[in-house]
C-alpha cells in the first residue's frame, strides 16, 4: 500500500483499555505510508512517552488559545485532560501520505463534520464490560481511581457506536488487525478505482 493517488484518513476509536493505540501503532508499523495522528494533550507524559511522539505535550492554557484561535479540527476535555488534533499538522501530513486517528467518539463527531476530510471511523469493543476491567488493571498504567473513571466511561462510549461505519469486537488481537487491515485494503482499492 503506498501514498500512490488520493490518501485515506481512517479513526480508531473505543472505551479506554480496549486496544486501540496498540493497534494504531501497529498498522503504522506494517505500512509505512501511515501516519499517526500526534494529538495535542494537557495530560502529563507517562514514563514511557516521548513528547511530538505519542503526544505534543502543552499546557492548559497554550491548548486554550489554541482553542480560541480555531486551530484544532476536534478537540476534547477527557478526564480533566484536553485532547485536540491541530488542523496543521492533519492538512500537512494528508498530502503525502495516510493518516491513522487514535481518538474518542467526541472527536469522531467533529472531524465527521469536515467534509474535506471523508474519515473511514471504525469502533472498537471488547465482549463484555468485566474484559474491559481486567485489561484496564492488567495494563498498570492508572491508578485505581482512574481505571475506575474509565471503566464507567464504557457506558457513555458505546452510545456513539453508529456514528461510525464499522464495529469491531476484539476479542483477539491479530485477528482485529486483520479485519481494520481489510477495511484500510478495500477503501484504499475503492479511491483508486474512482481516480
Known amino acids: 500500500m503506498s501514498g500512490d493517488g488520493e490518501n ?3 479513526i480508531l476509536s473505543s472505551p479506554s483499555g480496549v486496544g486501540k493505540t496498540t493497534l494504531t501503532k501497529k498498522i503504522q508499523q506494517k ?8 494529538s495535542h494533550t494537557t495530560r502529563p507524559p507517562r514514563s514511557n512517552e516521548v513528547n511530538g511522539v505519542d503526544y505534543h505535550f502543552v499546557s492548559e492554557s497554550k491548548f486554550e488559545t489554541l482553542i480560541k484561535e480555531k486551530k484544532f479540527y476536534e478537540y476534547a476535555k477527557i478526564f480533566e485532560n484536553y485532547y485536540g488534533t491541530l488542523k496543521e499538522n492533519v492538512d500537512r501530513t494528508i498530502t ?6 487514535d481518538i474518542d467518539w467526541q472527536g469522531t463527531q467533529q472531524l465527521s463534520k469536515f467534509k474535506n476530510l471523508k474519515p473511514i ?8 464490560k468485566n474484559e474491559l476491567k481486567k485489561r ?22 458505546i452510545k456513539h457506536w453508529k456514528d461510525y461505519d464499522y464495529i469491531i469486537i476484539n476479542k483477539n488481537l491479530e485477528v482485529c488487525f486483520k479485519q481494520i487491515e481489510n477495511i484500510i485494503v478495500n477503501s484504499k482499492k475503492k479511491l483508486s478505482s474512482l481516480l
Open 8 to 10: 485515506i484518513l481512517v
Open 31 to 38: 505500512y509505512q505510508s501511515f501516519k499517526i495522528s500526534v
Open 96 to 101: 503525502k501520505n495516510d493518516i491513522i486517528f
Open 121 to 128: 471511523k471504525i469502533f472498537l469493543i471488547t465482549e463484555n
Open 136 to 157: 484496564l488493571l492488567n495494563r498498570n498504567q492508572n491508578t485505581e481511581v482512574e481505571v475506575e473513571k474509565r471503566f464507567n466511561a464504557f457506558d457513555e462510549d
